[in-house]
């Protein structure tokens, strides 16, 4: 087989995509697929790292030029970048990102025809990289191609107004900061200038949980979610400062967000007592670090929350570690009233200024086992009187015989999500947020019910942002989803249930006022 004898200058650090554009841009040729379709190769199939492809071009390239296959791999909406697994909100699929600067350096310093030698790095893919540790600038996106042209680089600097020095009019100062010093390190497999115990986490996964630490502790409250680049660059690395200190840094950000979203009466959805932190963990759990995370996500879990067998948290709970007031006061048989008024006299528990505050704490505060097992027989020890608490006994009993079967007027979780039209998650996170009521019909019911008169207001009330459409159909409106959205105020955010709900009445004045 003949080999090509013109083609581009390969470099260090090159991706394929970027030297097979320079390539054909070296004969000419208007487009890299254009071209390497001559010899019967897919520069698509090229650029994702296909076996099949990369062997065809090695042959053609010949022996002189060794394509690196470990550059990048792309599977579906994943690119492996030097052997890191990254989602495709992680990295840049187009290939589009520069320093416009170290273009203008190629230019001038590197061998090769004018015009051919500034080439595309694979340190540029990562989207959490946004400056140039070189020339302190921030990374710049080429124009736009059409999207079957694929990731070509000459291409796209050709169609760039002003090409390089257009770049480099557009381009801003920012420097890298130590989170991208750290995740740049570890992209390069170099020993990071920081070690922590993050080294021992994935690569997306240690960026991503900087990233969701610093954004809680700079702004809890926030929808980050649409928060601009630079402020998710602040947050990362200020959150990549406090892990820095260790997995216990983590484990107290936990801690404090649990603290913070803890509602008494109902079941613990991970999602509710975690925020952001489980639902996007979730999101990404078949990604290579995310197991470890969700371990020790449920960990704290376990170790905060009156969580014993039978529940499920991150997976089944075999064994109770600590108990609350109320959980201790269901397992033993003594009154919730009791154990307080004991813990209140040992310090334990702050005394209640109101009967709201005080049955929040029989649930939130937790000790462990063998302690709660002390003051169990501490109370019994007292005997309060017997005819007390041979009633509280008696009404225990009451209680059960009453709720054994299924109480009428209320349907369970998953008919409450088909009824609202939204998941069973976004039903939980409803209830923890105080939208909904769930009842649980024994004490042994692992699944809560919800009154259907309840869900019925609720749904004559809010509307889902996925019923919109249909919602504006309905009433023979013409708005696009956007355009009503753009008009609407989000009522119930997606940050606190998984999904953004809108006022029925918002919505039907809009749609009136659009006719």
């Not at 550059?71 to 520069?98: E, N, Y």
């Not at 922590?196 to 409250?221: F, K, M, T, Y």
């Not at 709201?356 to 462990?368: G, R």
Request: charged share 25%.
């Amino acid at each position: 087989m003949n080999t090509l004898s013109l083609k581009a200058r390969a470099h260090e650090g090159e991706t394929v995509a970027s030297f097979c554009s320079r390539t054909a841009a070296l004969h000419g040729a208007e487009n890299a697929s254009d071209f390497w379709s001559l010899f019967g190769l897919n520069f698509g199939e090229l650029t994702k790292g296909a076996s099949n492809a990369l062997g065809a071009l090695q042959r053609l390239l010949g022996p002189d030029l060794h394509v690196n296959r470990r550059g990048t791999c792309q599977s579906g909406a994943d690119l492996a970048v030097r052997g890191h697994r990254l989602a495709a909100r992680f990295v840049s699929l187009a290939q589009d990102r520069v320093c416009a600067l170290c273009l203008a350096d190629d230019e001038q310093n590197l061998f090769g025809r004018p015009g051919n030698r500034a080439f595309a790095r694979l340190n540029w893919l990562p989207k959490f990289l946004r400056a140039c540790p070189v020339h302190h600038v921030e990374l710049v996106e080429l124009p736009r191609i059409d999207w079957h042209l694929g990731p070509d680089f000459a291409l796209r600097l050709r169609r760039e107004p002003g090409g390089i020095e257009g770049l480099c009019a557009r381009s801003s100062s920012r420097a890298e900061t130590n989170f991208e010093r750290y995740a740049r390190e570890r992209l390069e497999w170099n020993l990071p200038t920081q070690p922590s115990w993050l080294d021992s986490v994935p690569l997306q996964a240690a960026a991503h949980l900087c990233e969701l630490v610093g954004a809680e502790i700079q702004g809890p409250n926030r929808d980050w979610p649409a928060a601009s680049d630079r402020e998710l660059c602040s947050a990362a690395d200020v959150g990549f400062e406090h892990l820095l200190a260790g997995v216990q840094e983590f484990e107290r950000v936990l801690a404090e967000q649990m603290s913070k979203n803890f509602r008494s009466k109902r079941r613990h959805c991970p999602t509710s007592i975690f925020g952001r932190f489980a639902a996007e963990a979730l999101q990404f759990a078949d990604y290579p670090g995310y197991a470890e995370v969700l371990s020790i996500m449920r960990d704290v879990g376990v170790k905060h929350l009156a969580l014993g067998p039978g529940d499920e948290f991150l997976g089944a709970v075999t064994k109770r570690q600590y108990h609350s007031v109320s959980s201790a006061s269901r397992e033993y048989g003594v009154p919730a009233s009791s154990l307080r008024t004991v813990l209140e006299e040992l310090g334990k528990l702050p005394a209640a200024g109101t009967t709201a505050k005080s049955n929040l704490a029989c649930e939130q505060e937790v000790f462990e086992v063998r302690f709660m097992e002390h003051i169990v027989d501490m109370v019994r020890d007292r005997r309060i009187n017997d005819s007390q608490e041979d009633a509280y006994v008696t009404a225990l009993e009451a209680f059960s015989a009453v709720y054994s079967t299924a109480p009428s007027g209320h349907i369970s979780a998953p008919d409450a999500s088909v009824r609202l039209r939204v998941s069973e998650n976004t039903v939980s996170a409803l209830a923890h947020e105080g939208f909904l009521r769930e009842v649980f019909p024994s004490q042994s019911a692992t699944v809560a019910q919800y009154a259907k008169l309840e869900l019925r207001r609720f749904s004559d009330r809010y509307l889902p942002e996925r019923e919109l459409a249909g919602f504006a159909k309905k009433l023979g409106g013409r708005v696009t989803n956007d355009a009503l959205k753009r008009g609407l105020k989000v009522q119930i955010p997606k940050w606190r249930v998984g999904e953004n709900f809108y006022l029925r009445d918002d919505v039907e004045m809009l749609l009136t006022s659009k006719k």
